[in-house]
């Protein structure tokens, strides 16, 4: 059974973000909230965490997962950013995007765009995940809890217990956040392309 965390939305206890970030160091899996909508996630060099991630949502090894940071500093460990692009994601974060970027030599090959050799990451503005990661010390993998054949990502804590009990191991509840998953913005060619338009205003990247 996943273990059940009711947190406050602002000022989470200390206690429980400690015992979530102790599942995610022994591989476990747990769905948080962000700025967005719930997100499934696990730690970065957890395989299985990963595989069970694509179980649950349906998906196949194509799906590009998000790799969560705390901060500009951790993102920009993972990804490659020349000027233009620095300031422009700059401007941006923390907030409701994701930014499909060139990867640098720090991510795994697995995490990787097969082809394309890019990473997606953010960094949410949410006080329980930003907290989370903190805690934890490095990004989150992650993927937007958007269950096969639901039209709408899960907003409810006892209903992402209920429904999911027994294939993740916990559940970080602030109460309900939102429907819309991030904006994507690749900027994997030469200039930024909208990859979905979701909770962040796309219209600075048109």
Known sequence: MAKYFDVHPVDPQPRAIAQAVQILRDGGLV???????????????????????LRIR???ERHHFTLVCADFAQLGQLAQLDNAVFRAVKAHTPGPYTFIL????EVPRRLL????????????NHPVVRELLRALGEPILSSTLLLPGDEEPMTDGWQI????????????DSGECGLEPTT???????????????????????
């Open 31 to 53: 769905a948080y909230p962000t700025d967005s909508c719930f997100a499934l996630g696990c730690s970065l060099d957890n395989q299985e965490g990963k595989d069970r991630i």
């Open 58 to 60: 349906g998906l196949d």
């Open 102 to 105: 060139p990867a640098t030599r």
């Open 113 to 124: 765009h097969p082809k394309k050799r890019t990473v997606g990451v953010r960094i949410p």
């Open 161 to 172: 217990k209920d429904r999911l009990d027994h294939v993740i191991d916990a559940v970080i």
């Open 184 to 206: 994507v913005v690749d900027y994997s060619g030469s200039y930024p392309e909208i990859a979905r338009v979701g909770a962040g205003d796309p219209a600075d990247f048109l």
